[in-house]
């Protein structure tokens, strides 16, 4: 039973087009965010998402558009991809802001190829 | 200064060694400390908080130095398992919480048979 799921795994996709990644949580957290990880290994955060209010926005393209349904999922859109894309984007949660463990439970993670 | 820095490795060890790594962190406001672990091509997983009065976990102890600005792992009786990328992680955030995290680049830990 995954605690985050995120979809697709793998997505292979040509320059300008748009895309979307879907994330779901089952763990009745609060925070969601988005992390990309590139091709040095460096994980660095894009958005985070509290009961459906962004509480994060790092210096991302406003290509990039983070979409919340509900509180237990967190889909990205991103619109006319770059070669700079290319990326793992994991989705990921945490308990309520405040509390102590700052432990983040992450999905598999969506490998984004921009050809 | 970035504002948490590792040495990205690889670390090549003998299985059963002790193996030892540090994480640098800039900002002396820093709150609170943790240590993860990312397998390759998989997603990274907590493997232990870090503590002011450090802390052991199993074969796995964590310190941290607040006057250097620094936290460690210790790795003792190393295993072929324990080959993975570890995350120094920082929280930056008043309040405790996920929300301030900044993850270092990783050290890369290659247990050898």
């Known amino acids: 039973d995954t605690a985050v799921s995120q979809t697709p795994k793998y997505l292979v996709t040509q320059m300008g087009n748009d895309k979307s990644i879907k994330c779901e949580q089952n763990?009745?957290?609060?925070?969601m965010y988005w992390y990309k990880q590139d091709s040095k290994k460096f994980l660095k955060i894009m958005f985070s998402?509290?009961?459906?209010?962004?509480?994060i926005n790092e210096t991302v393209p406003n290509r990039f558009s983070p979409k919340s349904p509900d509180k237990a999922h967190l889909n990205l859109h991103i619109n006319s991809l770059e070669l700079g894309d290319s990326a793992v984007y994991f989705c990921?949660?945490?308990?309520?802001?405040?509390?102590?463990?700052?432990?983040?439970?992450f999905g598999e993670g969506s490998r984004l190829t921009v050809l | 200064r970035k504002e948490v820095e590792q040495d990205p490795g690889p670390f090549n060890v003998p299985e059963g060694a002790t193996v030892a790594f540090n994480c640098t962190y800039s900002?002396?406001?820093?709150?609170?400390f943790f240590w993860y672990r990312q397998d390759c091509r998989k997603e990274p997983k907590l493997l232990m908080s870090?503590?002011?009065s450090g802390n052991e976990d199993g074969r796995f102890t964590a310190q941290l130095n607040r006057a250097s600005q620094y936290i460690s792992l210790l790795i003792r009786d190393s295993k072929l398992s324990d080959s993975a990328t570890y995350l120094c992680?920082?929280?930056?955030?008043?309040?405790?919480?996920?929300?301030?995290?900044?993850f270092g680049k990783g050290t890369h830990l290659i247990i050898q048979p």
């Open positions: 990921a949660s945490s308990q309520d802001r405040g509390h102590d463990t700052g432990e983040l439970f």
């Open positions: 763990l009745g957290h609060d925070t």
């Open positions: 998402y509290n009961n459906k209010e962004l509480i």
């Open positions: 900002n002396s406001a820093s709150q609170s």
């Open positions: 870090v503590y002011s």
């Open positions: 992680v920082v929280n930056l955030g008043s309040g405790g919480g996920a929300d301030g995290l900044t």
